[in-house]
């Protein structure tokens, strides 16, 4: 997968950092089936995300957050990510971990 560098400069607010989790669909696709992510940072305007599971710059996903876990302590600024939300893919980065295959991913709410 050739992966598109994120640019600092494009950033509409400031991202907040996080770490908790959220599942998405393929809005492409007709399963429908949910995959697991975690939230590494976040914004008004967006996401940043890692996940097992490589996207498309340009794809259409729908991403589900619950609430933040009771142990979590996010920055006092960051916004709480969009509990329901139609986003799009912005960029994908491949970042191997453990040998296992993990992908930093970089989405923008619709």
Known sequence: MTATIKSEDNRLDARHSASFPLTFTLLSSKSQIPFEAIILNCSQDGLCLQSTVPLKQGQYICVRS????????????APAPRSFSVAQVRWCVDQPAEGMPMYTIGIRYV
């Open 66 to 77: 619950g609430s933040r876990p009771e142990d979590a302590t996010p920055d006092q600024e």
